[in-house]
């Protein structure tokens, strides 16, 4: 599994831990639940400020996110 795809994990599974949509998370990301979506199922890769406020929304750490099994 490549790194995208492992992130887009961490990120699903702490979505789903804070009780929140897709469309949720995207409306405070400002975009499309289309585009968080992709985040999701690793077929686009985040940036630094992304990485920040997913993990500020998701309440993770950047090493949670980046932390696999």
């Known amino acids: 599994m490549d790194i995208a795809k492992q992130v887009g994990k961490v ?3 702490a979505r ?5 949509t ?9 975009m499309t639940q289309q585009q968080y979506s992709r ?9 630094y400020s992304q990485i920040i406020k997913l993990c500020e929304i998701l309440k993770i ?9």
């Open 16 to 20: 789903k831990a804070q009780n929140l």
């Open 39 to 47: 985040f999701e199922n690793g077929i686009f890769e985040l940036n």
């Open 61 to 69: 750490t950047p090493n949670e996110l980046f932390e696999f099994e």
């Open 22 to 30: 897709q469309q949720q998370v995207a409306k405070i990301m400002l």
């Open 11 to 13: 990120l699903k599974d």
